[in-house]
């Protein structure tokens, strides 16, 4: 079993939808963050985040951290927000130890 | 533009030679960090640097891999006797440095493909 899990691992979507996708882990964080690729590889931070919620623009990412779980949510989705979203969670040990474990991704498209 | 920049952004080379990538950090940023990703996989974490000090490399960097960032500044990958397994794109990025030393959010760059023939 994978240590950060995503889900759906594809999702289709018509503009306007509200978006849900969903991150679990099962190691002890420090941080989780919530990334967004584009075609062609161009990697974005969206959130970092270790407790509550976040909301930047339409996009919204909240975490549980006793239920190790995290969603991203996009309000009014549009066809630009088509790309790859990656969990990714900062394992609990400061300094040396560095392990930033990523999730495999969510592709999104959104239909016009 | 002041963001993370990489270069080259593409590089075709065949089996058997040396390649060196050079990543240019956001300018105040302590942390600078190196990962790769192949074809329909997550990035991998490779190696971080703290200003000029190599903290942390993982088990996937082979002899082949060495990395530097000699001032703190910018830094370099390369890769000795590329492999076709080497094919991947190569991203850098870099951050402030945390409270008690831990890590910030991080901003990469557009990364450097790499094709070994």
């Known amino acids: 079993k994978n240590e950060v899990e995503q889900s759906p691992q594809n999702l289709t979507a018509q503009e306007g939808e509200f978006i849900t996708i969903n991150c679990s882990y099962s190691?002890?964080?420090?941080?989780l963050h919530w990334l967004q690729q584009h075609p062609g590889g161009g990697i974005v931070s969206l959130f970092m985040?270790?407790?509550?919620?976040k909301k930047h623009g339409r996009l919204i990412a909240t975490i549980n951290i006793q239920e190790k779980h995290s969603s991203l949510h996009i309000t009014a989705s549009h066809p630009r927000d088509s790309a790859v979203y990656i969990c990714?969670?900062?394992?609990?040990?400061?300094?040396?130890?560095?392990?930033?474990?990523w999730g495999a991704g969510t592709k999104l498209i959104i239909k016009p | 533009d002041t963001g993370v920049s990489q270069d080259p952004r593409h590089k075709i080379t065949k089996r058997g030679q040396n390649v060196t990538f050079r990543c240019d950090p956001i300018?105040?940023?302590?942390?600078l960090y190196w990962y790769r990703q192949t074809l329909g996989q997550g990035p991998e974490f490779l190696t971080y640097?703290?200003?000029?000090?190599?903290?942390?490399k993982s088990r996937l960097l082979s002899d082949r891999f060495s990395a530097e960032r000699p001032k703190g500044s910018f830094s370099t990958l390369e890769i000795q006797r590329t492999e076709q397994g080497d094919s991947a794109m190569y991203l850098c990025?870099?951050?402030?440095?945390?409270?008690?030393?831990?890590?910030?959010?991080?901003?990469f760059g557009p990364g450097t493909r790499l094709t070994v023939l």
């Open positions: 990025a870099s951050s402030t440095l945390g409270l008690a030393g831990g890590h910030n959010e991080q901003f």
């Open positions: 300018s105040e940023h302590n942390r």
């Open positions: 640097f703290q200003n000029e000090a190599q903290l942390e």
């Open positions: 190691v002890g964080i420090s941080a």
């Open positions: 985040l270790s407790s509550g919620k």
């Open positions: 990714a969670v900062q394992q609990q040990a400061w300094g040396s130890n560095y392990q930033l474990i």
